[in-house]
């Protein structure tokens, strides 16, 4: 039925018996990862795509305040557009005053890499700033510009390598379809 609901997704009929077959495929499976799956698939054909409470992002406060800072960094890590960061050099480095952690963070050859406690010499730009207003940031409860507008966040060096970095991230949202085209 997937077949049919792909070549026309208005089709109630085909919905509805697809929806029949993964609930009943969900009530039988052990696995839980399956279960779900299929239980999932069901009520999105039946109801449209799942609309998570809250902003609509895959970062949430908490998530983002329980996530140690090279956690952080491999997230930002996952979050980079290969295609945009194409032939793109970027050195930062960040200087985090709450928590005393230094990262030199490194865009090349399309991935995004950091060590901890360490500071490029040949950095583009050195970012001075708290935790908390990275998270902010991230969040997307404020900007960069703003941040430094504010005095929370001091730049030495070319702050348009910052923005430029932070231009080429994907935002993910936990709200896709399952089994509808």
């Keep these: 039925m997937s077949q049919v609901v792909f070549a026309d997704p208005d ?17 039988q499976t052990e696995a839980g990862t399956w279960r779900n799956w299929y239980l999932v ?3 999105e054909l ?5 609309q998570p409470p809250g902003t609509g992002s895959s970062a949430s406060p908490d998530t983002l305040t329980a996530m140690s800072t090279p956690l952080l960094f491999d997230y930002l890590g996952v979050r980079l557009n ?20 230094q990262i030199a963070m490194n865009l090349s050859n399309s ?17 001075t ?15 960069f510009e703003d941040e430094i507008a504010a005095g929370n966040i001091t730049l030495d060096g070319k702050p348009a390598k ?8 994907d935002t993910f949202t936990p709200d896709f379809p399952i089994v509808t085209p």
């Design 82 to 101: 290969g295609d945009k960061a194409d032939g793109k050099k970027i050195v930062i480095n960040w200087d985090f005053t709450d928590t005393d952690e």
């Design 162 to 169: 910052l923005l430029e970095l932070f231009s080429m991230f």
């Design 41 to 43: 698939g069901a009520w």
């Design 111 to 127: 991935a995004l890499t950091f060590r901890e406690d360490n500071q490029s010499p040949d950095a583009d730009v050195t970012v």
């Design 129 to 143: 700033l708290k935790r908390a207003a990275l998270n902010s940031i991230m969040l997307g409860e404020t900007k």
């Design 46 to 50: 039946r109801n449209g795509i799942m």
């Design 11 to 27: 089709n109630e009929e085909a919905r509805h018996l697809e929806a029949d077959a993964l609930e009943q495929l969900g009530y």
